[in-house]
């Protein structure tokens, strides 16, 4: 018999059917043993030897593959091709060793980059040893991830009452969406005006062109900075009749396609078409790679989707250019394959690229067997795999300089047609924060010398942005460009810094919390080169030299020690009195902003007197008087009022400025339904527009700008591809919604009316609608079918939690049982009970509680070290104080 070994049952089912008798394939269910969370499981004075202990969920599946390995020929460890899946391998192995299940049994390892038949049944014809490289750059960026929350969460405890603790890749991810914060937070905007004028060829075209020239000079942009400066250049505009073409410009240019998905560019740009964050992409990305039933077959219908690869496998790129020809037509296809070279710099994880494993498996042919959002992100890899390997697009660009008839003025207008749209026939791809693209703004014929005739001269004012507040998207790009984290771990470090509340999530952009900006300043103020940039990259580089075989994982872990150690220990006679003076130099600017009528913004309001400042207290970090105890003035530690001025919110008009079209004002005003925008005084003889504020829009903070974009309303998103109706958002008297003929749909989350795309429109409207009547909702998994009916059991998630289903009886699923690992058989069981429990005005079901996990497994991470019946050896690390709670491990990924 031949046992194989799997982290995921979905996987297991697959891989089961490929490989047909005389093989056995179990699940792991993931990881199966971690480091206690206690002090001792990493001991740096032993050679970082660590003490590893089954999970408690994990011994009830260790007892299953132990029974079954026994007496078996062969076993395959078939988990994930990364350094992770090595890891899992590497510790089943170490388990099954220890329980003496191994002896006589030819232990191997398999890997495949793709769930199908030919790939898997290949792999297991090429099977190897255990990477022993990999396995310890796991075991160094475990051991680091210990060291470092374990070592620096108690001196977060002592110095800063009532933080939560630090992790090591995390705490860098932090620290860039703060100083973004206080970036914004010190921007200054600056006020420009540019002039566009609307010109008429002789035969009648209209288009309009740009001052970039006064008085012979080249305009820059704050050359207007005032309403005086650009209305006297108009009325000079205005004084010419005529003008002339000065030059004609025209170039080619070729446009090539984006090369296939990696981990993060998939993170990316699921974020911005399909609204998805970072781990909601990795989960239905799992699903589509691990196997989904399709006509019948369960079959993987994705590569690993963990990788930081960009190259595509021959065959692949073969059958990329069959589909091209066919589909598209031989125009499409380059003459020859295109291949991409992978920036990554660790060879062991270059892996292929994310793409289908099957090019011939279109959308809309499978698409009837996938969920909506596995459908959409099945689509999205499609889409870039098969553009990656078509031609590149051609586009002509054209500029036009206009000049007056003493050339004192010059102005410029740009165009740009596509002649031939190549890749982009199939897929574009979006940027974060892009400008403007004036792609396809068609210019009419225009050669030099020729007349023209001025129209109207339209000043427009313009005010400088900050720059704009990281998304999953834009920080999972930054992270990856500074070399900071791996393509595995990139979900997780944006997940830890919301669980921990460390950050929110607010229309798609990271907001630091007052408690992560706290926890950062200290960490800069006292252990500023943990939280370098440079440092934690280079501490990458040095996990993935590990990988490569080119350093001692011991080597590296005694380096970091040396001097973190040292460092921890050089806080011990800090002060509070230095903790509170540091953090309030840091973070005053933030919590004191200047208030707009010129008083102390420190000012105590209680006392008249005091000053206001940072305090620490049991409970945590808090402002407070400087009077006290005779003053005893606080405050939590926010901003008051969340807008910068220690006051209320505006009641009164705020006028923003005038509307270019119309020249009437614009304001923002708060009535008995909360604040809204106003064009107009509203004296006028028509009744003034108005638009309610949506949510995420501050009325202290509102500009000019965006306040023209939401009396701009209602606006065309595009055409649904279904019907080619036109698809309309818009805010009405429950909020911003988007509107399809007679269909609609509220915007909620992150989902913007002023920037919702045609995508995400589709989306939203092929959901079913929420409220309004019983909808039957989308599970989560589907267990199995029932052996009583063959109906199937689905797991759902609900308003209270996940729960199982099956024939209108509903069983809510303990805690102790994951959604991710909930099993047919654990379902019946709790869909029995509750069933019996209807009689009895029983509400709630629970399942048998998985075995109590032992109380150590041994230890077999460095070379020798062993752990005796669970009594692992205090580690050296700074000891904890008598009373104080135990600290929790922190993995920073």
């Known amino acids: 018999m031949n046992i194989v070994i799997v982290e995921s049952p979905a996987k297991a089912k697959t891989i089961n059917k490929y490989l047909g008798k005389g093989f056995k394939v179990l699940a792991s269910y993931g990881h199966v043993r971690d480091l206690p969370p206690k002090d001792g499981s990493v001991r740096p004075d032993e050679q970082f030897a660590m003490s590893w202990e089954v999970a408690g969920k994990a011994e009830k599946r260790l007892q299953e593959i132990t029974q079954a390995v026994k007496g078996a020929d062969h076993v395959y ?40 038949k030919s790939a898997v049944l290949d792999a297991f014809r090429h099977p190897r040893e255990l990477n022993r490289e990999l396995v310890e750059a796991y075991l160094a960026r475990r051991a680091l991830d210990y060291l470092v929350g374990f070592t620096l969460s108690p001196v977060l405890w002592r110095k800063l009452p009532g933080s939560r603790s630090a992790g090591r890749v995390q705490s860098v991810a932090l620290r860039l969406i703060c100083e973004r914060e206080s970036e914004i937070e010190a921007f200054k905007p600056r006020e420009y005006w540019t002039i566009e004028v609307e010109f008429q060829t002789p035969s009648g075209d209209r288009f309009t062109a740009r001052l970039t020239h006064l008085d012979g000079k080249r305009l820059d942009k704050f050359d207007l900075a005032t309403e005086a400066d650009a209305r006297a250049a108009a009325d000079r505009i205005l004084a010419q009749q005529s003008y002339a073409v000065a030059a004609v410009e025209k170039k080619q240019s070729r446009r090539n396609p984006p090369p296939p998905f990696t981990t993060s560019t998939l993170q990316q740009e699921a974020s911005r078409k399909l609204g998805f964050g970072a781990s909601r992409t990795m989960r239905i990305a799992q699903r589509l790679y691990e196997g989904v039933d399709i006509f019948g077959e369960t079959v993987g219908l994705i590569t690993y989707m963990r990788t930081d690869g960009v190259t595509m496998s021959g065959e692949a790129i073969e059958a990329a250019r069959r589909l091209i020809d066919t589909r598209y037509g031989a125009n499409y296809r380059p003459d020859e394959p295109r291949i991409y070279k992978t920036q990554a710099k660790n060879a062991q994880e270059a892996h292929e690229a994310i793409r289908p494993t099957d090019m011939f498996g279109l959308p809309e042919k499978i698409g009837g067997d996938l969920e909506p959002d596995q459908l959409a992100l099945y689509e999205l890899i499609w889409k870039r795999a098969v553009a990656s390997q078509m031609s590149a697009a051609v586009i002509d660009q054209v500029a036009v300089d206009i000049v007056s008839p003493d050339r004192a003025l010059q102005f410029r207008a740009t165009g740009s047609t596509v002649l031939f749209d190549g890749f982009l026939t199939l897929y574009r791809e979006d940027q974060d924060d892009a ?18 005739k001025r129209g109207t001269v339209d000043p427009q004012q313009h005010f400088t942005q900050p720059p704009p507040r990281y998304t999953e998207a834009s920080l999972v790009k930054k992270l990856e460009e500074l070399g900071i984290g791996r393509p595995s771990t990139y979900a997780s470090i944006l997940q830890v810094l919301q669980d921990r509340s460390y950050v929110r999530l607010d229309k798609k952009r990271f907001i630091p919390e007052d408690r992560g900006r706290v926890v950062t300043a200290f960490l800069e103020s006292f252990f500023e080169r943990y939280v370098e940039y440079n440092f934690t990259a280079e501490l990458e580089n040095k996990l993935d030299e590990i990988s490569d075989g080119r350093v001692s994982w011991q080597k590296v872990l005694e380096d970091f020690w040396r001097d973190f150690s040292a460092a921890v220990t050089g806080t011990k006679d800090l002060s509070i009195t230095q903790v509170i003076d540091a953090l309030d130099e840091e973070l005053g600017p933030h919590f004191f902003p200047p208030l707009a009528d010129g008083r102390d913004p420190r000012l105590c309001p209680g006392c008249n007197a005091g000053r206001l400042s940072l305090k620490l207290g049991k409970f945590g970090a808090f402002i407070g008087c400087s009077n006290y105890p005779e003053c005893r003035y606080t405050r939590p530690l926010a901003i008051e009022n969340g807008n910068g001025e220690n006051g209320s919110e505006p009641v009164g008009p705020r006028e923003l400025g005038a509307d270019p079209a119309t020249n009437l004002p614009v304001s923002v005003r708060k009535g008995p339904y909360g604040y809204y925008v106003q064009l107009g005084q509203g004296d006028e003889a028509e009744k003034p527009k108005r638009v309610s504020l949506p949510k995420g829009f501050s009325p202290a903070e509102l500009t000019l700008e965006p306040a023209l974009k939401l009396l701009s309303l209602p606006r065309q998103v595009g055409v649904h591809p279904a019907d080619g109706k036109m698809i309309v958002a818009a805010i009405g008297r429950f909020g911003p919604y988007i509107k399809h003929g007679d269909e609609f749909r509220s915007l909620r989350g992150d989902d913007d009316v002023l920037t919702i795309g045609i995508n995400r429109a589709v989306t939203l409207l092929a959901e079913p609608k929420k409220g309004g009547g019983r909808r039957t909702p989308t599970p989560l998994r589907v267990l199995g079918n029932h052996p009583d009916d063959g109906a199937p059991v689905n797991l759902f998630s609900g308003r209270y939690g996940p729960y199982v289903s099956h024939g209108g009886v509903n069983a ?22 509750r069933s019996k429990g209807k009689g009895k005005g029983k509400s709630k079901a629970k399942a048998k509680p998985a075995p109590k996990p032992a109380k150590s497994e041994p230890a077999a991470a460095a070379k020798s070290a062993t752990e005796k019946k669970g009594k692992a050896t205090r580690a050296k690390a700074p000891a904890r104080k008598k009373g104080q709670a135990k600290p929790t491990p922190e993995a920073a990924e």
């Open 77 to 116: 460890l078939a988990t994930d091709p990364d350094r992770e899946g090595e890891a899992i391998s590497w510790h089943i192995q170490e388990v099954l060793k220890h329980r003496r299940a191994l002896k006589g049994v030819d232990v191997k390892r398999v890997v495949f980059n793709e769930v199908t």
């Open 435 to 452: 400008e403007e693209d004036e792609e396809n703004r068609r210019l009419p014929p225009l050669k030099e010398r020729d007349a023209l």
């Open 812 to 833: 809510t699923l303990p805690r102790d049982i994951e959604p991710e690992t909930a099993t047919l058989e654990q379902a019946i069981e709790l869909l029995g009970a």
